[in-house]
C-alpha cells in the first residue's frame, strides 16, 4: 500500500535554515510527481510547487521562489523541502503529497510537518 | 492567477444534505477535485475529476460542475463528515490552485 511518511516538527530561530523529508513506499517512485502544501496556522491549502521524480526537476509556485529548494534522493524514494532564511512567517505545516500519475489531483497525503520560527 | 471562491461555512443538520460550492471562471470546462481535512489531520481527497470517488469513499459524497461553479454534496450528512473541504483545480497559468475551504457543522 502506498504511504507517505514525513519528518517530525521542527522548531527554529529567524534565519536558519530546516531540511523537511518525505519517504514514500508502496509504488514506484519516478511515476508521481510529488508537491509540497503549505498551511498557516488557521489558514487554507496553498499549492508551493513540485517536483519532478524522474528528472528532478523541480517548479516553485510564485511566491515560493528563492528560500525554497525542493530536492531527491530516488535510491530512498525520499523528497526534501528545504527552506533558508526562516521567518516568522514560514511558520506552518508543510504537507508532502503525491500527484496522481498522468492525473491533476493529489491521491496521497503525508501527516504534515510542523515547522515553527521563534527566536 | 486563477482564483477558486468557496462559503466559509455550511451548517447542516444530522441526515439532510451538505452542499459545498466552489466558483471560478468557466471552472466547467476544468477538472475539479475535492479533499476533506479534520482537525490535525492531512487532507484526505474524497471526489477527483469533478464526480468519481477514490475507494473508500463513501457513495455520499458526490460532485459536480458546471458553467462557473463546481459542487460537493454530501448525503445523509453523519457528525463524522465535520471537517474543512477544499476544491483544487489544475489551471495553464496559475498550475494547481485550492479553494478558500469550507467549513462544514454538523449541527
Known amino acids: 500500500q502506498v504511504q507517505v511518511v514525513q519528518s517530525g516538527s521542527e522548531l527554529k530561530k529567524p534565519g536558519a535554515s530546516v531540511k523537511v523529508s518525505c519517504k514514500t513506499s508502496g509504488y514506484t517512485f519516478t511515476r508521481c510527481a510529488l508537491n509540497w502544501v503549505r498551511q498557516a496556522p488557521g489558514q487554507g491549502l496553498e499549492w508551493m510547487g513540485w517536483?519532478?521524480?524522474?528528472?528532478?526537476?523541480?517548479t516553485y509556485a510564485q511566491g515560493f521562489t528563492g528560500r525554497f529548494v525542493f530536492s531527491l534522493d530516488t535510491s530512498v524514494s525520499t523528497a526534501f523541502l528545504q527552506i533558508s532564511s526562516l521567518k516568522a512567517e514560514d511558520t506552518a505545516i508543510y504537507y508532502c503529497?503525491?500527484?496522481?500519475?498522468?492525473?491533476?489531483?493529489?491521491?496521497?497525503w503525508g501527516q504534515g510537518t510542523l515547522v515553527t520560527v521563534s527566536s | 492567477s486563477y482564483v477558486l471562491t468557496q462559503p466559509p461555512s455550511v451548517s447542516v443538520a444530522p441526515g439532510q444534505t451538505a452542499r459545498i460550492t466552489c466558483g471560478g471562471t468557466n471552472i466547467g470546462s476544468k477538472s475539479v477535485h475535492w479533499y476533506q481535512q479534520k482537525p490535525g489531520q492531512a487532507p484526505v481527497l474524497v471526489v477527483y475529476?469533478?464526480?468519481d470517488r477514490p475507494s473508500g469513499i463513501p457513495e455520499r459524497f458526490s460532485g459536480s460542475n458546471s458553467g462557473n461553479t463546481a459542487t460537493l454534496t454530501i448525503s445523509r450528512v453523519e457528525a463524522g463528515d465535520e471537517a474543512d473541504y477544499y476544491c483544487?483545480?489544475?489551471?495553464?497559468?496559475?498550475?494547481?490552485?485550492f479553494g478558500t475551504g469550507t467549513k462544514v457543522t454538523v449541527l
Open positions: 503529497a503525491r500527484g496522481a500519475e498522468d492525473a491533476f489531483y493529489f491521491d496521497y
Open positions: 517536483i519532478n521524480t524522474n528528472t528532478g526537476n523541480p
Open positions: 475529476d469533478d464526480s
Open positions: 483544487q483545480v489544475w489551471d495553464s497559468s496559475s498550475d494547481h490552485v
